[in-house]
């Protein structure tokens, strides 16, 4: 958490009644420490809270030796009101409480929008008087808050405050209740958890706004955990992930409900292949979240994550049982890193310090009998000789004959002291239990299982990096694309008004005629070179109704042709191209509510339905991230060419991608695209089909 005195109050949706509270009651207090009531009651208590603490229960004088008031009437003033009363009654006594100048609500009671519709009109009345009269509503339905200056969840575990710990903002309140045992069970310290619940005023984009706004470089923490069910602000989740990321803290993120069906009804290609779940991983590679699909994994990238990310892919594997040395150095293998072999004259010399029978390859085996000092010594050549080695995992259990604790001593100690990251896996939880304790009661975080943390070791490692936003645009529509936009609204573009936005964007497109009639065709017959390709105007899926016909070699061919396409139902026209061959790309875009254009590119034609090979990220989008765009393609090795086939041009690739993202910018109606297929061929790229709907 931030420092106290130096907090900026940004905005009042969070406001300093919430965060930081004089006075506090808690509305519902109980004496029965199994009910919410009395819990929170009681963590309050018990947390350290240096203010005042009142209880509302008309049922008895004092609770938990607290006085207790009948109402809200003979309460004195409060800062912030915990509620753990029935929804029914939430309503009024907010509005009681604001009257006497009460400022902040965590409503911890259940039965309101989760329950029924009845619900869903409290949690209304609530929001609508909340914006009205200016106040912080969190919840309902949730566990409550846990920070720096009170303990307000009726929940246990409560984790000892740690202002370098880890901050966890969650939908849910279980999550949030099973993240903290598994946590602390590892040995995770905690700055806050802040459980939203229904969120019907405060979501977690507000929570992380607040962080951002109010995040101190060497105060603050840099490792931000959330689990999020409903993504109600994707952008100003955006904003804030990129400015946090930019500070320095690092931001660990679980979605649920990815595989939810959506309900867009989309025509384009980018439409159908924006599911839920592509647009969420595309939000978050752009943010620098690091996505983890369980709540295991996201703590292992938080633990990864306090003792340093990689410094490179070269990992040394360190251990005394060998099978998990080997099951690890897959694991970080399949992630796309290296467990490189060590073989030099350093690797000989550690060697005859090691018990006859270990290897010193890497993995590094120092077998069952190996002692604390042979690890130490280990550690100390994978920090100073081998310079190949960018970090270090150590594997070390116990088959429960001698006692381990000196071996996590020394291990503590060189993690201390280490200049590369060296990663601890105590894998013996029953025989080394008091021993991990006490590794614990040093600060330190372990990983009980090696494959894991090797997978979230490699997911840290690829995390794209923050692209910095490209500089202003300086061309504008000119008034023919304004016209174009203005006269095509909740319609698809016909293919002279695709090649004038193609044009305007900079994006080469190949030669093409329009005719409507037999005769036009037959006059344009001099301009044709063959073989030739003929497609109808009109229709949406062309292909689907047989109409795009290819390798049409004379004109006799072209007019039997135009008579079958034209009579085709929608069939306005038919569109003449020449045919060219080389690879096929694509690029494509959908316009996506509160975030903005999500770009697609990849292998296009007949291989962009198969293989789905694509690339994701948000407008605008810079050179340096188109190229990592391209790169990140399953079939990057093919567009480089193999087997004597030619390279595509990179930079015009490269090139597409960036002016599409202009276009997009500069003209947001667009709400689908498609360029399908582009044709690399020699040097040039040229959209060979186009389709463009213009939102309404």
């Avoid at 480089?640 to 997009?664: A, P, T």
């Amino acid at each position: 958490m931030v420092n106290s005195f130096r907090i900026k109050y940004i905005f009042s949706m969070i406001n300093k009644e919430l965060i930081k509270p004089q006075r506090i009651v808690v509305v519902g207090g109980s004496e029965n420490k199994f009910k919410p009531g009395g819990k929170v009651l009681e963590n309050l208590l018990n947390g350290n809270y240096n203010g005042e603490i009142y209880v509302i229960n008309p049922k008895t004088q004092t609770v938990q030796g607290i006085k207790s008031y009948n109402n809200t009437n003979d309460l004195p003033h409060v800062d912030l009101a915990i509620l753990a009363i029935p929804a029914k009654f939430c309503f009024n006594t907010i509005k009681d409480l604001t009257k006497k100048g009460t400022k902040a609500f965590i409503i911890l009671s259940a039965g309101f929008g989760e329950l029924n519709e009845e619900g869903k009109k409290i949690e209304q009345q609530i929001s609508d008087f909340a914006d009205k009269n200016n106040i912080s509503i969190l919840g309902p339905n949730c566990i409550g808050i846990i920070n720096k200056n009170f303990k307000g969840v009726f929940t246990t575990p409560v984790p000892v405050y740690n202002p370098k710990g880890v901050d966890f903002i969650s939908s849910s309140g279980s999550t949030a209740v099973f993240v903290m045992e598994a946590g602390i069970k590892m040995g995770m310290q905690f700055s806050s958890i802040y459980s939203v619940g229904n969120a019907i005023q405060i979501k977690v984009e507000d929570i992380l706004e607040y962080f951002d706004k109010n995040y101190i470089s060497g105060e603050s923490s840099n490792i931000i955990m959330i689990y999020i069910e409903q993504l109600s602000n994707p952008a100003k989740l955006l904003k804030h992930s990129i400015s946090l990321n930019k500070k320095g803290c690092n931001i660990i993120a679980v979605k649920a409900g990815l595989t939810q069906a959506g309900s867009r009804a989309a025509s384009s290609h980018t439409g159908a292949m924006a599911s839920p779940e592509i647009v969420v991983e595309t939000l978050f590679k752009k943010a620098g979240i690091i996505q983890c699909y369980s709540r295991e994994e996201m703590l292992y990238v938080a633990g990864v994550l306090f003792y340093g990310k990689p410094k490179g892919k070269n990992v040394a594997v360190i251990t005394h049982a060998g099978g998990a040395g080997v099951m690890c150095a897959d694991a970080l293998e399949k992630g796309g890193m290296k467990v490189p072999e060590l073989k030099n004259e350093n690797t000989q010399k550690l060697l005859e310090h090691l018990h006859q029978g270990s290897s010193a390859s890497n993995p590094i085996d120092f077998l069952a009998t190996g002692s604390a000092e042979q690890m130490g010594l280990i550690l100390d050549y994978c920090n100073y000789k081998f310079n190949e080695i960018d970090e270090s995992i150590v594997i070390f259990g116990s088959p429960g004959l001698f006692d381990v604790e000196p071996v996590y001593d020394l291990l503590s100690n060189k993690i201390d002291n280490t200049i590369k990251p060296i990663y601890p896996v105590l894998p013996s939880p029953v025989n080394t239990e008091k021993a991990i304790e006490h590794f614990i009661s040093k600060g330190k975080i372990f990983f009980p299982d090696e494959s894991v943390l090797a997978t979230a070791i490699a997911k840290i490692y690829n995390t794209n990096p923050i692209f910095e936003y490209p500089g202003k645009i300086d061309i504008k529509p000119d008034k023919t694309i304004r016209n174009i936009i203005k006269n095509a609204k909740g319609r698809y573009l016909t293919p002279y008004e695709n090649r004038k936005l193609l044009q305007f964007a900079g994006i080469e497109a190949i030669d093409e005629y329009i005719v409507k009639k037999l005769d036009d065709l037959i006059l344009l017959n001099e301009n044709l070179t063959f073989p030739i390709a003929m497609k109808t105007v009109g229709p949406i899926h062309k292909t689907d109704i047989g109409g795009v016909v290819l390798n049409i070699n004379n004109i006799e061919e072209a007019k039997q042709t135009f008579d079958k396409l034209i009579k085709i139902p929608d069939c306005t026209a038919v569109l003449i191209q020449p045919m060219i061959t080389g690879i096929e790309l694509y690029a494509g875009s959908i316009k996506e509510k509160n975030l903005g254009h999500i770009v697609m590119t990849g292998m296009g034609g007949i291989y962009l339905e198969t293989l789905k090979d694509i690339s994701t990220s948000i407008c605008p989008i810079g050179r340096k991230e188109a190229e990592t765009m391209i790169k990140s393609l399953k079939s990057y090795p093919v567009l480089k060419g193999k087997r004597g086939k030619k390279s595509i041009n990179f930079y015009e690739f490269q090139n597409i991608i960036v002016n599409l993202s202009k276009l997009l910018t500069l003209i947001p109606e667009i709400s689908e695209m498609d360029i399908n297929p582009l044709i690399a061929t020699g040097n040039s790229i040229l959209a060979v089909d186009c389709r463009i709907k213009i939102e309404t």
